[in-house]
């Protein structure tokens, strides 16, 4: 059973950086394609971004384009979320996922399903 741990969450001033994390055990992520999602209040989860499990293939929301890098390092099962340039807008529950494929093409669906779910780490963008 993997189990995802999310950290590095925060406040933050507009303009900031954060890095999440996401822990994994009880499996490798060799074989998972892992994705980032937040959720505001009173909004709808949505996704930030994916990678696949070989690292190859990325896709990010148009609203974090260029401002968001997701990475991940296999050797520590840990994928990263670096979030810079941070704004209000992007106060959020974070949320880490993992979905059990090595194709490549799982991030260029808008929606991917996941099948593990962290428990989400809290990022608030504010002066």
């Known amino acids: 059973q993997l189990r995802l741990v999310e950290s590095g969450g925060g406040l933050v001033q507009p303009g900031g950086s954060l890095r999440l994390s996401c822990a994994a055990s009880?499996?490798?992520?060799?074989?998972?394609?892992m994705g980032w999602l937040r959720q505001a209040p009173g909004k709808e989860r949505e996704g930030v971004s994916c990678i696949s499990a070989s690292g190859g293939n990325t896709n990010y929301a148009d609203s974090v384009k260029g401002r968001f890098t997701i990475t991940r390092d296999n050797a520590k099962n840990t994928v990263y979320l670096q979030m810079n340039n941070l704004k209000p807008e992007d106060t959020a529950v974070y949320y880490c996922?993992?979905?059990?494929?090595?194709?490549?093409?799982?991030?260029?669906?808008?929606?991917?399903?996941?099948?593990?779910w962290g428990q989400g780490t809290q990022v608030t963008v504010s002066s």
């Open positions: 009880g499996a490798t992520l060799d074989y998972y394609a």
């Open positions: 996922a993992a979905a059990w494929t090595t194709v490549q093409a799982i991030c260029d669906d808008p929606h991917p399903f996941y099948d593990y």
